[in-house]
């Protein structure tokens, strides 16, 4: 026996073990049962145990902060610093604001009236709950497709039908977002590839685009979610083509398009960017009101005054627009919280995607009874708002009280705006949305991810908004669940001489 070695290092003998003072854990030996029995209960008993330690150890600060996000900026603000920045941020982003909520009501199939309203009411209720300091919200040009894309098939928009149900539409997803928020359900979305979104919001701007060519061209073209119903009703009625409003939207577009890109392409010009769409609205209206053009359409006469408290309706049809909302949802929490991390990031400060998703909520929620239709964070007014140098929800606020002197006073002016200028708002806004840049970088990075964008680019362009995303979301699923089924194996070799370490890949069968 003297020649065998322990491999071990603390193979000791016992004498010598006995005279260490290392102290040494004794664990008793327990019948699988029991131990199983423990385990199980283990995890609630945890859970619970953490959940109550974390209530007791939370002050009255941290319960403010809980219910009202608000309160951690209001109570760390510094006048000094961020109240200019904030009121500039505000006043820019404000101004931007008027014309597009109007354009996207348009998009809607609503009257411009409620695109207003959607832009009034959210901003306060999302500056108290929210947790985002720069994200603008309101509507946008994604959900304002999906809400005419569902209704348009249940009502003709002219109905007073199709407004209760966009109201009802409202109440919905805010009920859906507050309900993903409270349970903590964001994480799902994370299933979900970037690929299927860049696919999903590339189609949806064609498609957008080629919505508004009634306005440029003078005659109707047929609602659609879908690419060829669309180019066939613009190339069937090319004999009503009309001249005038294809000029002044042409032009508006040009303006438009021209003031974006110097806002982008230096610092000292970047307020072009915001105050472009305000720029064409004016001019426009001003020729309109100067020379009476007949084949012009105009918005007409809009309701002068803040929105009155009214409750939801029609929840009669609630069981119908529940695939919608879940629809409208998703691309809320991919759009909105997405933006909201990526500037909580850049400005050096916390964001809880689930508390985001219950601000968003409420907003809706709210918004529902002063006649709001569905809204979200956008893109282009939240990196305007960035970009302007936004501090805190105070800038929210800013926008909120211009959108409400603009229904108080302006309204008279805002009857004499040509329709072709809001089409040119929502096609210069939607441009930025297709993303081919990201195609081509797939096909040089991962061909796999290529493939997911490009399917979910063709089913939606050809197939509807519904369809595209349901085909996008499950190939991206298949692909997850195939990556699971067959992980990736890596073989590992280290070479003294050389050091280094190879790694040859390998896929399980």
Not at 300 to 312: A, D, H, M, Y
Not at 319 to 336: C, F, N, Q, R
Not at 413 to 438: K, N, R
Not at 467 to 474: A, C, D, K, P
């Amino acid at each position: 026996m003297e020649g065998i070695r322990h491999s071990s290092p603390s193979a000791v003998d016992l004498p010598s073990a006995a005279t260490s003072h290392r102290p040494v854990k004794i664990i008793q030996l327990q019948h699988p049962s029991t131990t199983a029995a423990a385990s199980t209960s283990a995890p609630s008993s945890s859970f619970l145990g953490k959940w109550k330690t974390k209530m007791k150890r939370m002050s009255s600060t941290d319960w403010i902060e809980l219910f009202l996000p608000c309160y951690r900026w209001i109570r760390t603000y510094k006048w000094r610093e961020y109240l200019q920045p904030d009121l500039m941020a505000g006043v820019t982003v404000g101004v931007m604001l008027v014309p597009q909520s109007m354009s996207y009501a348009k998009l809607a199939g609503l009257h411009p009236i409620y695109g207003l309203y959607s832009g009034f009411v959210p901003i306060f209720v999302y500056a108290v709950f929210g947790s985002s300091r720069q994200l603008a919200i309101g509507p946008v040009a994604l959900t304002s497709l999906l809400v005419s894309n569902v209704l348009g098939s249940i009502v003709s928009s002219s109905e007073q039908l199709y407004t209760e149900l966009a109201i009802l539409l409202a109440l919905m997803v805010g009920v859906f977002e507050c309900i993903m928020g409270l349970l903590r359900l964001g994480w799902l979305l994370r299933f979900i590839s970037h690929s299927v979104i860049s696919g999903f919001t590339t189609a949806s701007a064609i498609i957008i685009a080629l919505s508004q060519a009634k306005d440029f061209l003078g005659y109707s073209v047929v609602r659609s979610s879908e690419i060829i119903p669309l180019v066939k009703s613009i190339i069937i009625g090319a004999d009503k083509f009309s001249w005038p409003p294809f000029v002044m939207g042409s032009i508006t577009l040009a303006v438009l398009l021209l003031m974006k890109q110097s806002g982008k392409s230096r610092k000292s010009l970047r307020f072009l960017r915001a105050s472009g769409p305000l720029t064409a609205v004016v001019l426009s209206t001003a020729f309109a009101k100067v020379f009476h053009p007949s084949s012009i359409s105009l918005v007409g006469e809009i309701p002068q005054g803040l929105p009155s408290f009214s409750v939801p309706k029609k929840f009669e049809y609630a069981k119908s627009l529940i695939p919608t909302t879940v629809l409208i949802t998703g691309v809320a929490i991919l759009e909105s919280v997405g933006i909201a991390k990526a500037l909580a990031a850049k400005n050096g400060y916390e964001l809880d995607s689930n508390q985001e998703l219950f601000g968003l909520g409420v907003a809706n929620i709210v918004g529902s009874f002063f006649s709001v239709y569905p809204t979200t964070g956008s893109f282009s007014r939240s990196a305007v708002n960035h970009e302007s140098g936004a501090k805190t929800g105070l800038s929210g606020l800013i926008m909120g009280i211009i959108m409400g002197c603009a229904l108080q006073f302006l309204t008279p002016l805002f009857e004499y705006i040509p329709q072709c200028a809001l089409a040119a708002i929502v096609i210069s806004a939607v441009i930025g949305l297709v993303d081919y840049d990201e195609a081509f970088f797939l096909w040089r990075v991962d061909k796999r991810d290529f493939l997911l964008w490009t399917i979910t680019f063709i089913f939606t362009l050809f197939l509807g908004i519904e369809i595209g995303v349901l085909v996008g979301v499950g190939v991206s699923l298949a692909f997850v669940i195939h990556e699971s089924a067959n992980p990736h194996i890596g073989k590992f070799s280290f070479n003294l001489k050389k050091f280094h370490v190879q790694n040859k890949r390998k896929w399980c069968a």
